[in-house]
C-alpha cells in the first residue's frame, strides 16, 4: 500500500475518532422530562449542567443529580430539579441540596415537632445503597436503630 494511502487513512480514521469525542459526553446523561426543553447538557458524574427554556429564553442552570430518583429531573422555569430519593422526604419538608450535603426540616414522632438538619452527608447512603431515613427528627442512612 503506497506512503500516501495510508496517511490518509489514518487521517480519515483520526478525524472519525476526534469527532466521536467531540460530540459525546464522558457520561451518559441522566433521564428526565428536561430533555425535552433543555439544550447543550453536559454531565462530569455528579452535576448537570444545561440550558433549559421558559418564555422561550434559555437561561445556564445546574443540578447535583446523585440523589435524584432515576428519570425523575426536569425543567421548571428554566431551572433544573428532581425528586430526591429516601424515605425521609416523606415526613421532611424544605429540603435542598448540594454535592454532598442534604438540609431538610423532619418531624418528631413526639408532639409532631420539627427539627432542622443541615449539613447531613448523604454520599455515604448513596454510594452504599441505603435509604435515607428520618429517624425521630435527624437523618440517617438505613434504618433507624
Same mark, same amino acid.
Not at 424515605?87 to 435542598?96: E, G, L, Q, W, Y
Given at each position: 500500500?503506497?506512503?500516501?494511502? !495510508?496517511?490518509?487513512?489514518?487521517?480519515?480514521?483520526?478525524?472519525? =475518532?476526534? =469527532?466521536?469525542?467531540?460530540?459525546?459526553?464522558?457520561?451518559?446523561?441522566? &433521564?428526565?422530562?428536561?430533555?425535552?426543553?433543555? !439544550?447543550?447538557?453536559?454531565? &462530569?458524574?455528579?452535576?448537570?449542567?444545561?440550558?433549559? *427554556?421558559? *418564555?422561550?429564553?434559555?437561561?445556564?442552570?445546574?443540578?447535583?443529580?446523585?440523589?435524584?430518583?432515576?428519570?425523575?429531573?426536569?425543567?421548571? *422555569?428554566?431551572?433544573?430539579?428532581?425528586?430526591?430519593?429516601?424515605?425521609? *422526604?416523606?415526613?421532611?419538608? $424544605? =429540603?435542598?441540596?448540594?454535592?454532598?450535603?442534604?438540609?431538610? !426540616?423532619?418531624?418528631? =414522632?413526639?408532639?409532631?415537632?420539627?427539627?432542622? $438538619?443541615?449539613?447531613? $452527608?448523604?454520599?455515604?447512603?448513596?454510594?452504599?445503597?441505603?435509604?435515607?431515613?428520618?429517624?425521630?427528627?435527624?437523618?440517617?442512612?438505613?434504618?433507624?436503630?
Amino acid at each position: 500500500m503506497p506512503k500516501k494511502r !495510508i496517511f490518509f487513512t489514518v487521517c480519515a480514521v483520526s478525524m472519525v =475518532i476526534g =469527532i466521536f469525542f467531540l460530540t459525546n459526553n464522558a457520561f451518559s446523561l441522566p &433521564d428526565g422530562s428536561y430533555q425535552q426543553t433543555c !439544550i447543550k447538557c453536559t454531565d &462530569d458524574g455528579n452535576t448537570l449542567r444545561c440550558e433549559c *427554556k421558559y *418564555k422561550g429564553k434559555y437561561s445556564p442552570t445546574s443540578l447535583s443529580y446523585k440523589i435524584c430518583e432515576s428519570g425523575q429531573i426536569w425543567n421548571d *422555569k428554566s431551572k433544573l430539579r428532581c425528586t430526591p430519593q429516601g424515605s425521609f *422526604k416523606r415526613s421532611c419538608s $424544605n =429540603i435542598s441540596w448540594n454535592e454532598s450535603f442534604l438540609t431538610a !426540616i423532619c418531624k418528631r =414522632i413526639q408532639k409532631g415537632k420539627t427539627i432542622p $438538619n443541615s449539613g447531613f $452527608n448523604y454520599n455515604a447512603c448513596i454510594n452504599n445503597g441505603q435509604d435515607i431515613t428520618n429517624c425521630d427528627g435527624s437523618l440517617k442512612c438505613g434504618g433507624c436503630n
